[in-house]
């Protein structure tokens, strides 16, 4: 038996494809569920676990602080691992909470099976914390043959690395995406005409505060949907880095200023996500979605600020500061039909056929050394 760890709604909806390629080929694995998906605040996504088919082992790790939530992930996971004892643990990317899981397997004895290492994102402390699972695990299961290459730099022997692309892209293109008006019904609201999906989330190591980055970021989309009447967004909450409720509650603020344009939900899930992307007039906001995942959809995206320097991208992403104007200015650009044009090519340095599949092999292979 492996273990497979998830603590959010977005590192959840991309192990789904995997989950259900290890039911195909017969590997046992039980999904450790904590954090965020225990979070009522944060759309209880436990649900979505469940809705899945998959019954998860539920350890509860949120704190009052970061520190609080890594001490107790680290305790829970490590009882766990300890009693249990799996062939190996699957952690995805760079959460703080996975550090604690890599640490409790690592201390346990536990092979770590990591996907997504070598990637890079300057402006928040996962950048830091991805390296740092990195050097506890055993498989590497890389993005890009770049992001092989770094962590090759970093020490890590070439044959424990295997370049998949990314899962979020296999998603993107196999997902069955819902119509506009299944969307409108599942969310209860009349979409705006047009309509941007976006997610900002603290950018950790950024000098501006959480809170000034979130009021740039509505004030930068309102100041677009003045001068273009008939434009709104569908809005998420961001994960917990920071203290998320004041940023919550800017985020209900902007909705209810403008209740026909503005929509606002806790977590849209995988599929929710990809259809109301694959609707819009472009993704906006810092989650690492709207640039590994995005440009498979066909649409642009606007990356804002710092949290995502250094991670590869499509042609299609466009970046721009932090600020109210730079945000307005660059929602303009997005929606010219030359950058729809761009976007519209698909071009995605993330994309590998069957991506599923070969991390699958790969994890196989790995069990029966």
Known sequence: MIAVATSTRADWGLLTPLIEEFKKQEIDCTVLASNMHLMPEMG????????????PVVLPTAGDSVSETLANSTRAHGEWFAANKPKAAVILGDRYEMLGVAAAAAINGIPIIHIAGGTVSEGAMDNAIRNAISQLASLHLTETKKCAARLENMGIDKKDIVVTGAIGVWNTLNVPLMTREDLQES????????FFVGTLHAATLDNVDPQTQMEEFIAGIEGFMEARP???AILTYPNNDSHPAPLIA?????????PESIIVVPSLGLRRYLSAAALSEGVIGNSSSGIVEVASLGVPTL?????QNGR????????CDATRGAVTMSLSLITTPMIKGIAAKR???YFHPDTPAVMTDAVKSFLNR
């Open 44 to 55: 209880l996504t436990i649900d979505e676990i469940r809705n899945a088919g998959v019954e």
């Open 347 to 349: 071009v995605n340095p």
């Open 250 to 258: 800017q985020l209900r603020d902007f909705e209810s200023r403008h």
């Open 187 to 194: 969310l209860g609201r009349q979409l705006p005409e047009k």
């Open 230 to 232: 008939g434009y709104g």
């Open 303 to 307: 990356d804002i600020g710092i949290r």
């Open 312 to 319: 590869e991208r499509a042609v299609s992403v466009i970046h």
